[in-house]
């Protein structure tokens, strides 16, 4: 289930604000507080509303239609936005265990009440904007967005547990060590984001899918001799793209037709939808050397 383009704009740029508001506030309690912990939260906090504000103006941009210049659409503008914000979350990491790790060596006070009051607020706010993104998830720019805010509620529980723990023994050191965790599960959460978002860009094969699975179901079809030069790639998160040649035998095009259509039908068992099928009634050079001809073959044209 996919969140609709306007819906999606309109619940992004609300808890863009909101963040922007906590960021604000945080940042504020941190110093007040002289927490590292608080103060790392609302950097992470600051980068979630720049992963807002990206996603936004990516969902808005997917919902372009193509024109004669962008002849697929917008659609790739969610993945670029998501690999962005994935980039900017590593770097907020690196900052973050630079500091604490000078915090471990000289360790200060630390107000534990202001720590656990700040970060209740924040697990009840990044909860929120994480129940309102829950839907959208499928589609790489929302993710992207979702898991900032999930990762940010997660450390807010954390610095819920510091400061109970601060207060409870006197330890100052553990306001760093949460800094430094926060810092960890910021890099794990984004590199998923990276792989995925550079395998779109790169054209990879989808994830989840397999090449061999694909050909085999093609060559399943009914009126099938043979398949090759087959290429998957997405065009968006959600949006898949085939092309290929496809061996059968001579019959005029009006036959091949019912062909084009089982193959069409077979595909979207793995959501593709969008293919460029190019019928051969002899094998091409292409059929016998899938990523490379023989200097002799005659140039092969789609």
């Known amino acids: 289930m996919h ?3 306007h819906g999606a704009g309109r619940i992004l740029t609300w808890s863009t604000a909101i963040t922007l508001a906590f960021v604000a506030f945080e940042v504020a309690a941190g110093l007040r507080a002289n927490s590292l912990a608080l103060l790392s939260d609302a950097g992470h906090n600051f980068t979630d509303a720049l992963a807002l504000v990206l996603a936004a103006a990516a969902a808005k941009l997917q919902a372009r239609p193509a024109d004669e210049r962008k002849t697929y ?13 994935a980039l900017t979350l590593v770097a907020l990491a690196l900052w973050i265990f630079w500091d604490a790790w000078n915090r471990l060596l000289n360790p200060g006070p630390v107000d534990e009440k202001i720590m656990l009051v700040v970060a209740a ?9 994480v129940l309102s993104l829950h839907r959208g ?3 790489l ?18 610095i819920i547990g510091g400061a109970v723990v ?6 100052r050191r553990i306001d760093p060590l949460l800094s430094a965790l926060i810092a960890a599960m910021i890099v794990w959460t984004a590199w998923d984001i990276i792989r995925e978002s550079l395998n779109v860009l790169l054209e990879g094969l989808p994830r989840g899918m397999s090449l061999t699975a694909i050909t085999r179901t093609l060559v399943a079809v009914e009126g099938v001799v043979d398949v090759h030069d087959l290429h998957v790639w997405s065009l968006g998160s959600d949006t898949h793209a085939l092309s290929c040649h496809v061996l059968i035998e001579d019959m005029p095009p009006s036959e091949s037709n019912a062909i084009l259509d089982r193959i069409q039908n077979a595909l979207c068992e793995f959501h593709i939808h969008h293919t460029t099928v190019q019928f051969e009634h002899v094998k091409c050079a292409l059929s016998e050397s899938p990523c ?3 200097p002799a073959a005659r140039p092969h044209q789609h």
Not at 73 to 85: D, E, I, T
Not at 144 to 152: K, Q, R, S, V
Not at 166 to 171: D, K, S
Request: hydrophobic share 55%; proline share 0%; aromatic share 8%.
């Open 137 to 139: 998830r499928s589609d």
């Open 141 to 158: 720019n929302i993710k992207a967005a979702y898991i900032h805010m999930l990762g940010d509620a997660a450390a807010s529980v954390a």
């Open 73 to 85: 659409g917008y659609q790739r503008a969610g993945v670029v936005a998501a690999f962005v914000n």
């Open 3 to 5: 969140l609709h383009s």
């Open 121 to 129: 607020m924040a697990v009840v706010m990044n909860g929120g904007i």
């Open 166 to 171: 601060m207060g409870l023994t006197g330890w």
């Open 292 to 294: 490379s001809m023989t």
